[in-house]
């Protein structure tokens, strides 16, 4: 395997801390979940990083495919507390490809699911469900 690319982040105070790049490109305070929170936590840094990575996978399966969209991908995180009072995260990908037929847009995430790294990191590890929205 050839690495392509790496990149470090450093947290103090776990989810009561913040966390940055050691270049300095990067700072945030993280919180506990929650609706008043002031900082971000891990579930939405890994929201933003998973959307992100599909709407890549999601863009080159549309031009692999010859095919044309204004694509957006809306990564839904859950953290979800197991019987044994222990958590996991749960995703759900919701797709929108305008212009696309409903098989079509399906074909795409499919390939894109296959395709992107962080579904291949989370294959069989975690619950993530694709859908295709409007």
Known sequence: ??????????NRGGRDGEVEAPNGS???KIDRPGI???GTNPEQL??????????GAVQHMLEENNLESDS?????????QLEDGGY????????????LEKDQAEKIAEEAH???????ATRGNIDVEVTIVE
């Open 88 to 99: 996991q995260i749960g995703v759900v990908l919701e797709v929108s490809l305008p212009g």
């Open 72 to 80: 957006e991908v809306k990564a839904r995180v859950s953290l979800l």
């Open 1 to 10: 395997m050839k690495k392509m690319y790496e990149t470090a982040m450093i």
């Open 46 to 55: 890994f929201a933003a990083g998973y959307a992100s990575c599909f709407n």
């Open 26 to 28: 990067m700072h945030m």
């Open 114 to 120: 296959a395709f992107c790294p962080y579904s291949k």
């Open 36 to 38: 008043h929170s002031e």
